[in-house]
Structure formats: C-alpha cells, structure tokens
Nanobody
Framework: QVQLVESGGGLVQAGGSLRLSCAAS????????MGWFRQAPGKEREFVAA????????YYADSVKGRFTISRDGAKNTVYLQMNSLKPEDTAVYYC???????????????????WGQGTQVTVSS
C-alpha cells in the first residue's frame, strides 16, 4: 500500500507559477510510475505528466508541455510538478498517483494507476 499526500496548490494569477509536491509513504520502488492528473468541475480527469521513478523518464500532455516540469527527489520520496506560465484553463484539482506495476505504455490512463492522493486545488485567475 502506498499513501500519497499532495500539497502546494493555491491561487495564482495568470502567468504565474506554482510547485506541487506529492509525498509518498515508505520506500518507493524503481518500478513505480508516478503521474499527475487534474480534474476541473464537470470534466473528466485529465492526464498531465508522468515520470518513471527509476531512471526519471518523463512524459507530458500536449496542453502543458513546455510549461510544466515533473521531477522526483528520491531522498524525500517526493514527486514535484513545477507549473509555469499558468493559464486560467489550468484551474483544477490536481492529483498525484502511482502505478506500482510500471506500465509505462499506459501512463496516460488514469485507470492504470493503483493509488491516489486526495488532491490539491489550483486556481489561476485572469
């Protein structure tokens, strides 16, 4: 069992930046795929970014590529999402998740992930 706790959300003006953190309980595995998803009211949960815990390979949704950066700190068992040049359409609850089976080819599919954090609200004002 993996427990994930997100933090770092808040209110920011368009063009600003936020860094989200996702702290994982216990020792993480090199097999893990860690992902960030977001969900706005009335919309489906949307893939944002993913990273292989072992090796650090990353993947981004087209909507955030070039603006967001996913990274991890092995010593802290923490995954980060650095969000720059934020837009109002980035407003959503952001969730981190882990796929313990390391199904990298399904990294964009929320159903492939096994454990989820509770989410952190990001609001971008115009």
């Amino acid at each position: 069992q993996v427990q994930l706790v997100e933090s770092g959300g808040g209110l920011v003006q368009a063009g600003g930046s936020l860094r989200l953190s996702c702290a994982a309980s216990g020792r993480t595995s090199a097999r893990y795929v860690m992902g960030w998803f977001r969900q706005a009211p009335g919309k489906e949960r949307e893939f944002v970014a993913a990273i292989k815990w072992g090796g650090g390979t990353t993947y981004y949704a087209d909507s955030v590529k070039g603006r967001f950066t996913i990274s991890r700190d092995g010593a802290k068992n923490t995954v980060y999402l650095q969000m720059n040049s934020l837009k109002p359409e980035d407003t959503a609850v952001y969730y981190c998740a882990v796929d313990v089976a390391s199904a990298w080819n399904a990294r964009m599919n929320s159903k492939d992930y096994d454990y989820w954090g509770q989410g952190t609200q990001v609001t971008v004002s115009s």
